[in-house]
Structures are given as structure tokens and as C-alpha cells.
């Protein structure tokens, strides 16, 4: 099966600790996106990652980190520095190459009490 | 920052009936594109239109893209139950430096479609 997987679905953590969402693709493509969503809204661009090594903050990346040691994973970790951080992590993909068309995996709902 | 602005934020109709979902934009776009989303899952690409393209069809699905405007809309023919979720319409910003493939997506319509 080619796609997107992000895991766990599911994530409660305590306040002050960093967590960090897994998100793995097997499409081979070269770009890769976070996005949170929260309730009633659209999707907020987190960091984004064109190709291995290398990534650029989105419009809400503060309290946030990421890496892109391999083409094919994209973590994400969640800093207790984010001030609201119980949200939907969705993460997508995209070929490049002119492609506008993004892929994206199941999502992970974090709680954070 | 938001690019896209759907209108209604929701729509409930019955099966067999027409949906219709607009998308306002704020810059020039090479493109715009539609997604859908169930319920607590992820975003599935249903259609993109090129800023040179005034309609596309797909299946039940009908786009057009009024570049003037800047605004777009989303034609669901036939509606289902099936049909039921929240649409989102995304775009490029090419003034900002075209980043490529970075999206700007909208709040969405929530799409309810009763048997």
C-alpha cells in the first residue's frame, strides 16, 4: 500500500512535556507538510520541507520543531513551549516537480491536559 | 495566513439534491483546488482548475473559477448521504514568492446530506 501514515491516532500527554508525531511516506515524494487544525477552522501551515535536510517555518511554527533526516519521514515534535497545543496534526506530502496536488495522512488528535 | 473563504460554513440539503460551495480569494493564483474531509480523517484531493480554465468537471463534481472575481465554486450533482463532510478549497500565492506546492486553505463548508 502507498500513502501516508501518521501515528498514534490518538495522543494525550500532561502539560510541560514534548511529544512528537510520526508522520512516514512511501510515494517518494520530495515535499512534505504539517498543518494543525483546530475546531470550526481551516488548516494552519506549520513547517513545511522540500527536500531532505532542509525545512522552513509555516505561519504557526512557534513552539514547534521538526527534522528531515530521511526523504521518506517528516517527525514532528510538539515543544511545551506551544501555548495551545491540543489540536488535529494533519501531515501531507507532495511529488514536486510542478505537482500542486497534496497527500495527505489519517491525522493525529493531541490532548494535552 | 488564511487565502480562501468558503461560503456557506454549512449546508444541509437532501439526498438527490444539488450542493453548491463557494470559495472567495484574496491574490492571484496559478491554480485552486478542492478537498474533501470526513469526519476526523485527512484531506482528499477532489479537483484543480487552472487559473486559465473557467470550468472542470469531474464525475458529479463541477468547478468553475471566475479570475476576475477571484472566486470559485464547487457544484456536488445528485447529492448522498455518502457526500457528507466538510470541503475545503486551497491555493497557490505565487506574489509570495512561489514556494512550491505550499497551500492556503480556507475554513471549509460542512456539508450535511440527509437520506
Known amino acids: 500500500d502507498g500513502g501516508i501514515t501518521q501515528s498514534p491516532k490518538y495522543l494525550f500527554r500532561k502539560e510541560g512535556q514534548n511529544v512528537t508525531l510520526s508522520c512516514e511516506q512511501n510515494?517518494?515524494?520530495?515535499?512534505m507538510y504539517w498543518y494543525r487544525q483546530d475546531p470550526g477552522q481551516g488548516l494552519r501551515l506549520i513547517y513545511y520541507?522540500?527536500?531532505?535536510?532542509?525545512?522552513q517555518k509555516g505561519d504557526i511554527a512557534e513552539g514547534y520543531s521538526v527534522s528531515r533526516e530521511k526523504k521518506e519521514s517528516f517527525p514532528l515534535t510538539v515543544t511545551s513551549a506551544q501555548k495551545n497545543p491540543t489540536a488535529f496534526y494533519l501531515c501531507?506530502?507532495?511529488?514536486?516537480?510542478?505537482?500542486?496536488?497534496?497527500?495527505f495522512g489519517p491525522g493525529t488528535r493531541l490532548t494535552v491536559t | 495566513s488564511q487565502q480562501g473563504e468558503e461560503d456557506p460554513q454549512a449546508l444541509s440539503i437532501q439526498e438527490g439534491e444539488n450542493a453548491t460551495m463557494n470559495c472567495s480569494y484574496k491574490t492571484s493564483i496559478n491554480n485552486l483546488q478542492w478537498y474533501r474531509q470526513n469526519s476526523g480523517r485527512g484531506l482528499v484531493h477532489l479537483i484543480l482548475i487552472r487559473s486559465n480554465e473557467r470550468e472542470k468537471h469531474s464525475g458529479r463534481l463541477r468547478v468553475t473559477l471566475d479570475t476576475s472575481k477571484k472566486s470559485s465554486s464547487l457544484l456536488i450533482t445528485a447529492s448522498r448521504a455518502a457526500d457528507t463532510a466538510s470541503y475545503f478549497c486551497?491555493?497557490?500565492?505565487?506574489?509570495?514568492?512561489?514556494?512550491?506546492?505550499?497551500?492556503?486553505f480556507g475554513r471549509g463548508t460542512q456539508l450535511t446530506v440527509w437520506p
Open positions: 486551497a491555493t497557490d500565492d505565487p506574489d509570495r514568492g512561489s514556494t512550491l506546492g505550499r497551500l492556503y
Open positions: 510515494l517518494n515524494h520530495d515535499a
Open positions: 520541507s522540500q527536500i531532505v535536510n532542509d525545512f
Open positions: 501531507a506530502s507532495n511529488p514536486g516537480q510542478g505537482s500542486y496536488e497534496q497527500y
